[in-house]
């Protein structure tokens, strides 16, 4: 993987870890309240530190739970927005 593939991992990971603290929940909280019953809290843990990438399932419920558009988690070029979980589906377009 070249610099830019990792630098665009750690971005996804920190915004993956943001979105979940926003919504106060545990790893074991958001698997349980997105049905994400098939991971771990090591599983998330993972994703959330980038040494994984995480399904297309999984990035789907964080984009949900936070309420934005899947193109601001996985584009660099994207900031989630300030305030989390949005008040409506946020897109930058």
């Given amino acids: 993987m070249g610099v830019r593939g990792r630098r ?3 971005n996804l990971a920190q915004k993956l870890k943001r979105i979940r603290t926003s919504l106060e929940l545990s790893q074991g909280e ?3 309240q997105f049905d994400l ?3 771990s809290n090591s599983n998330i843990s ?3 530190s980038g040494q ?3 399904a297309l399932y999984v990035l789907i419920a964080y984009a949900d739970a936070a309420n934005v558009c899947l193109d601001i ?3 660099d070029e994207y900031d989630l ?3 989390l979980p949005c008040k409506k589906r946020y897109h930058p377009r």
Avoid: A, T
């Fill in 46 to 48: 993972m994703f959330e």
């Fill in 81 to 83: 927005p300030d305030s």
């Fill in 52 to 54: 994984r990438e995480p």
């Fill in 8 to 10: 665009q991992q750690k």
């Fill in 37 to 39: 019953e098939g991971l």
């Fill in 73 to 75: 988690l996985i584009r």
């Fill in 30 to 32: 958001l698997i349980k």
